[in-house]
């Protein structure tokens, strides 16, 4: 595909066109494909010659979408999953072997923790959390069997930024395999593998649908990793639907633009909240008093669409304000068009004792916004009526 400026390949990037001449793509709802002679059959399955064979190797759709994120990411390859877990299971399983060892950032993704805590020691493979931020710490945590660094930038829900620069360095320095979760950023603000990363994954679940429809992931990353995973991937079987890559790979021609205005709206509304004096604390990448403003500025084209803040009050007050909120969303997810409201200390980060949270900076008056694309005026009226 050819590598033009991202709205353009985001939009141009289809697949060629059948003998219809459709203008827009459309769906390959087919489990396997056919061949024009024995010799074609047996080269294609063979891999000697370019074609699709069967939907959970490759279909059409599919191909399309991982092109296209390709393109965006600056990645060499990749392949599309059913879910953002299976991408994150997929880019570990496929690499790792037993008695390896992960450096992992502690602010994850709450079924992330659960695959490093329940799910790889049953396989031999172990792991040690570190302080994203405090990548000079991290050294200590090295053993013989290191292989990989797992982490997320911004963090949820606290949004600590990691520097993805230095952390290229100590995973080149030492030959780990940095793999980097990019869901809150999308490749419309930030591109890991460009800044050092060896493997990403996103949950196209969450902004590149952006409308709540389909759940979705993607493995992107260097070609000799890439191969890894497609050959684990094509074997066990966590395959996109077709149906849902022709969704997402639709979604992403609006990606750039509705990134955008979520950015905007985010950025908005917590200068905003910054003066309230219900509200401790607002937290945003790009607001000056971010403790890593400046590092944000460096690795992020704009601040998310996810802000946070503390009311004062606890956790009784972090209930009340939801109880309070009348237009925006209560739901766990992220992402979505429609404003969405959490407190993460009774919901996706209860399981958590009030020290481990505190570790990864989520307190319990805390609450998370996913801030949409309704007007802002509408999304900052709602929430002040509920501080009220
Ligand atoms: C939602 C999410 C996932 C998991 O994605 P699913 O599509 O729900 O499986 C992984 N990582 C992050 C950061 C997420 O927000």
């Keep these: 595909m050819k590598k033009s400026n991202q709205e353009t390949t985001a939009i141009r990037g289809q697949i060629e066109r059948t003998q219809y001449r459709e203008h827009s793509v459309p769906l390959f709802l087919t489990s396997s494909f056919t061949f024009g002679s024995a010799e074609e059959m047996a080269g294609m399955f063979a891999g000697d010659i370019e074609g699709d064979v069967y939907s959970r190797y490759a279909n059409p759709n599919t191909e399309e979408f991982i092109q296209k994120m390709c393109v965006l990411e600056g990645a060499d390859a990749g392949f599309a999953t059913a879910s953002g877990m299976a991408a994150v299971w997929c880019s570990m399983a496929a690499l790792l072997d037993s008695g390896d060892h992960i450096i992992a950032s502690r602010a994850l993704f709450g079924s992330t923790h659960q695959i490093l805590s329940q ?86 679940t969450k902004y590149i649908d952006g409308q709540g429809r389909v759940l979705g992931g993607i493995v992107l990353g260097k070609q000799e990793l890439i191969d890894k995973v497609i050959f684990f991937c094509r074997h066990t079987g966590p395959a996109m639907s077709p149906f849902n890559a022709w969704i997402l790979s639709k979604s992403l021609e609006t990606l750039a633009l509705r990134m955008e205005r979520h950015c905007q709206n985010a950025h908005t509304l917590a200068l ?72 993460p200390a009774s919901t996706t980060h209860s399981k958590l004792s009030t020290a481990e949270r505190e570790a990864v900076g989520i307190s319990d008056g805390l609450i998370r916004i996913s801030v949409g694309l309704e007007h802002i005026d509408d999304i900052t009226q709602d929430i002040l009526q509920a501080l009220d």
């Design 272 to 343: 905003r909240l910054q003066n309230e004096s219900k509200i401790a604390e607002v937290i945003y990448p790009f607001l000056e008093s971010h403790p890593q403003y400046e590092l944000a500025q460096s690795q992020m084209k704009y601040g998310g669409g996810i802000i946070g803040f503390q009311v004062k009050g606890g956790t009784d007050a972090g209930r009340n304000f939801l109880n309070k909120i009348k237009m925006c969303s209560l739901s766990a997810n992220l992402g979505d068009s429609r404003t969405i409201a959490t407190h």
């Design 119 to 204: 799910l790889l020691p049953r396989f031999g493979i172990t792991f040690t959390y570190v302080d994203g931020i405090q990548i000079e710490q991290w050294q200590e945590s090295l053993t013989p069997k290191t292989k990989m660094v797992l982490l997320e930038t911004p963090s949820n829900p606290a949004l600590q930024i990691i520097d993805l620069r230095l952390a290229a360095d100590f995973c080149r320095n030492h030959r780990l395999i940095l793999n980097v979760d990019n869901c809150f950023s999308t490749p419309v603000i930030q591109n890991p593998l460009i800044l050092g990363a060896d493997i990403i994954t996103h949950s196209a």
